[in-house]
């Protein structure tokens, strides 16, 4: 278990979330996690790129990037963290899929140098609907996002078919246990215990399943704790 401190209070209390980040009511603020648009996107992206950071950060590490790689990213929003993949590897090759538009243009913005020198390209799509070869990429990852999938067994079964066979794909979620806590998933979140995680992968096309355990330590507002679990499933084609 990987165990990282952190001060994601407001995941848990709506008052924080309020006072922070507008009066966004808690269905709005689902809305905006599963596709940030508009006038509140930014305070949005903001928080999570503060929510996000440990989860990118021991995701990268797992990634075992070489030189060259093609990665694929499922939902990177605005783009925050990418300049750190090229840290690690400066070779690769970066595609993100978003569904927003909205942060699309961010993206290429955040990133431009990268996408000047064609290392990076940010384009709109939907998971189900990826408009990529078969055998495309290397490594594909989404840190998350399955929660807000219309189809999980059908985007599972698409990235299958973009993944090289040699590839691995990278699904990153907070545990159901977790996401229960926090006031805003009662909105349109899929939530999954590490066994039905395992079970989507294994159920639509990838074998040898892994899943690694992420824990963070809440600091809440009333001066007390609470535990986060996330999860990292690692998984190879059959």
Not at 16 to 38: C, D, F, S, T, V
Not at 141 to 165: A, M, Q
Request: net charge negative; proline share 4%.
């Amino acid at each position: 278990i990987f165990k990282s401190g952190s001060r994601n209070y407001w995941l848990f209390n709506s008052e924080i979330l309020k006072n922070n980040y507008g009066m966004m009511e808690m269905k709005e603020l689902a809305e905006q996690l599963r596709k940030p648009h508009g006038e509140n996107s930014k305070l949005v992206t903001d928080l999570m790129a503060i929510s996000n950071r440990p989860l990118y950060e021991f995701t990268y590490k797992k990634l075992d990037l070489f030189p060259e790689a093609n990665i694929l990213e499922v939902g990177p929003a605005d783009g925050h963290f990418v300049h750190d993949l090229f840290k690690i590897e400066n070779s690769v090759s970066y595609t993100g899929v978003d569904l927003s538009e909205d942060m699309i243009k961010a993206a290429d913005q955040i990133n431009s140098d990268l996408v000047k020198n064609e290392k990076a390209r940010f384009t709109k799509g939907d998971i189900l609907e990826l408009p990529f070869d078969e055998n495309s990429f290397d490594r594909i990852f989404t840190v998350n996002t399955l929660y807000f999938w219309s189809d999980p067994e059908k985007g599972i079964r698409v990235l299958n078919r973009i993944l090289k066979p040699s590839g691995k794909l990278f699904i990153v979620i907070r545990s159901k246990e977790s996401m229960e806590k926090m006031p805003f998933t009662q909105y349109g979140f899929t939530m999954y215990s590490k066994d039905e995680l395992i079970q989507l992968l294994t159920e639509n096309g990838f074998s040898a399943v892994s899943v690694l355990l992420i824990s963070e330590t809440a600091e809440l507002p009333s001066g007390g704790k609470a535990d986060m679990i996330s999860f990292c499933a690692i998984a190879e084609k059959k």
